[in-house]
């Protein structure tokens, strides 16, 4: 077939948007919709071309209706319309970190042919039309009009969403009907719904599910509901399999940091809660790995996806429980009183350093981070390069071991499903719970063993100290620029006693900290400290002293030990 004549062209009457008789062209990348008319509505003008490229095409229906009811699409074999749902990528005001930013604008363009009565032709070329786009969406080899007709797809699992009715201020279900499910019927593809109704539900969901039903399993909730999924998956038997098995998530709670964070990674313009890009995304079903990071503190085992809090930050966190119901904005009117009386937090942090690149080759990054931290920052490939064997070195080394035998506290968080009136005016308590962990064997020493000789370590009072392997722990808390979804690193971001001469950290200095969060600009101070690290343990002087969190779950305070296992998740965004 000659690439640069059509498979298909028609002549049709354009209902939406405007009304007006077009000519569209189909071709193995794109669609051109030519105008071969002025019309009465518009002024546009005989020979206007629009381009529509397939990969942003979301969906294609024949039907025998003009819209979209909330089942989607009735199919027949006597369609009268076409529909195409068309998401373009555009760019939007503004850049981050140098980057354009992206915006998706949605079109609905709905065509009839040309013929004042529907025959049978006129159905079975419409069906050839749906079929065709189709099949050069999935980027199938060209093959002759006949074959592409018959061709029937294996079709798609469906996608399993797991509303958290209680996340956030209670919205997860609404948001699921309003933004979820008319998108993944535009888009002709499947899906599930199940509500989470108690404390854990979805951890032993993950747990004791068959999971191949579904294409991926996705959380309509905060970061909380993500890690009881995550964490349900590697207590499973089969953890090594269940471990790729791609997870998402809808941003519906009140810091929603992975979702900002993934939103980021592809350079979109955060629009609101940005629900629309993040369904888009898992629509769409775009599949990248995702770091991991397995923890082991005091009592228990478990896995982390977003970030390990300690100090003010994680005090900050906690503490504005009570004001949940105010959303985001608890964390800024809680952050406001702590700064002005900040809490000193004595321990001994210890970590091996990362023989990483840092993004993009940035050489003042580079001496920003060495001069700061001395940690060894060398010129090398990938962390992840080093583990793409991950599932056939960790896992056949791994032993499974059951907290049982100790005191297991695995928290729920408030994104959980607790009751939220019993909440207000107390702060969360980690929640008594006896588990099962994959314990992957990746050359660190456990938490009881000694800190190895060639880890470095800094023993001092923190003020700030924090774990991040994401961008963004919430909306606007930008608070590790370097990072990046799977670059097998962790970035400690420190602010001590010992860096200042006086032995006090200058509540200016803290202010300008948290005014700097959402922009990334905080870590350009001389004193706060940004460490990239493969591996680190923290150890509290004074454990009644002190929030310590994993993802924002409330987990006992006392030793804590982190390591990252690169590539180790698969996400749907």
């Known amino acids: 077939m000659n690439p640069e004549s059509p498979l298909l062209q028609d002549d049709f009457l354009q209902l939406e948007p405007g009304r007006k008789y077009v000519t569209l062209k189909l071709y193995q990348n794109s669609i051109k919709i030519e105008c071969n008319e002025a019309n009465d509505n518009t002024s546009s003008a005989r020979d206007e071309v629009t381009q529509v490229h397939l990969k942003d095409v979301l969906g294609v229906h024949a039907s025998d209706s003009r819209g979209l009811s909330k089942e989607g699409f009735s199919h027949t074999s006597f369609p009268q319309f076409l529909h195409i749902f068309w998401y373009e990528g555009l760019q939007a005001n503004g850049s981050t970190d140098g980057k354009q930013l992206i915006k998706y604008k949605r079109r609905h363009l709905i065509f009839s042919l040309r013929s004042d009565n529907i025959r049978v032709s006129d159905c079975t070329r419409l069906n050839l039309w749906m079929k065709h786009i189709k099949y050069c969406k999935e980027g199938l080899p060209l093959v002759s009009t006949e074959k592409i007709y018959q061709y029937v797809s294996t079709g798609s699992k469906p996608v399993l969403f797991m509303v958290n009715p209680k996340s956030g201020q209670g919205k997860g279900e609404g948001i699921f009907w309003r933004y979820v499910a008319p998108v993944f019927n535009e888009a002709g593809k499947p899906f599930e719904l199940k509500l989470t109704s108690r404390p854990n539900h979805a951890r032993d969901f993950m747990k004791s599910e068959n999971l191949d039903k579904w294409a991926a399993i996705v959380a309509v909730s905060g970061d909380g509901l993500l890690h009881e999924m995550i964490n349900g998956l590697q207590e499973r038997e089969d953890g090594r399999v269940a471990s790729k098995v791609p ?42 790995p995702m770091d991991l990071t397995f923890v082991e503190t005091v009592d228990t085992c478990l896995y982390s996806f977003l970030s390990i809090g300690y100090a003010l930050l994680s005090d900050i966190d906690i503490e504005s429980e009570y004001l949940r119901w105010m959303g985001e904005f608890r964390f800024y009117i809680l952050s406001c009183i702590r700064v002005l009386n900040p809490r000193y937090y004595r321990a001994k942090l210890s970590y091996l350093p990362a023989d990483q690149n840092l993004p993009n080759g940035d050489d003042s990054n580079t001496e920003k981070i060495h001069r700061n931290s001395g940690a060894r920052v060398r010129q090398d490939t990938s962390c992840s390069e080093g583990y793409h064997s991950f599932q056939e070195t960790v896992w056949d080394r791994e032993r499974v ?56 370590t800094i023993e001092d009072d923190f003020v700030i100290l924090s774990a991040s392997y994401q961008t963004h722990l919430a909306k606007g808390l930008y608070m590790s620029p370097y990072s990046k979804p799977a670059d097998g690193v962790i970035y400690l971001s420190l602010l001590r006693r010992g860096k200042f001469e006086n032995g006090k950290v200058p509540i200016s200095l803290l202010v300008s900290f948290f005014l700097s969060c959402d922009t990334g600009n905080h870590v350009n101070y001389e004193q706060v400290e940004t460490l990239p690290v493969k591996a680190f343990r923290l150890e509290p002087a004074d454990t009644s002293v002190g929030h310590l969190t994993v993802d924002g779950e409330l987990v006992t305070t006392g030793p804590i030990q982190a390591v990252v296992l690169p590539s180790a998740a698969n996400i749907v965004a």
């Not at 592809?266 to 629900?275: H, P, Q, R, T």
């Open 247 to 288: 997870i998402g998530i809808i941003p519906a709670g009140s810091g929603n940091g992975l979702a900002r964070s993934l939103s980021h990674m592809k350079n979109e313009e955060y629009i609101g809660d940005g629900l629309e890009q993040a369904v888009l995304g898992i629509a769409k079903g775009q599949i990248s």
């Open 401 to 456: 071991i059951s907290t049982s035998d100790e005191t297991s506290s695995l928290s729920s968080n408030a994104d959980s499903d607790q009751d939220m009136d019993s909440k207000v005016g107390r702060e969360r308590k980690p929640d008594e719970r006896t588990s099962k962990v994959h314990i992957p064997n990746v050359g660190i020493p456990r938490l009881k063993d000694p800190v190895p000789e060639n880890w470095e």
